[in-house]
């Protein structure tokens, strides 16, 4: 008899995790990694509470930041630091 491998109805059925829904592995920087996870959870209860969220507004709102950072000499140089 083998053992391992996938088994047919394994595992926890998706949608009822952490989240519940469908996620997805994202690798970020480990020093941002607590503010993307409470960005998250803000989007979700958002969400939940029936306001809709879409991907122009959260861009629209990270270009604001930016437009601020950039305005106190913060920029971003485009250069990752090693």
């Not at 409470?38 to 969220?53: D, H, N, Q």
């Amino acid at each position: 008899m083998g053992q391992g491998g996938a088994r047919r109805e394994a595992g926890r059925p998706s949608g009822t995790g952490k989240w519940g829904c469908p996620t997805a592995i994202v690798r970020v920087p480990a020093h941002l990694a607590k503010a993307l996870e409470a960005f998250a959870w803000t989007l979700l209860r958002l969400e939940s509470s029936g306001v809709k969220i879409h991907v122009v507004q959260v861009q629209e709102w990270a270009d604001s930041i930016e437009s601020r950072a950039m305005a106190e000499g913060e920029a971003f140089s485009g250069e990752i630091p090693s």
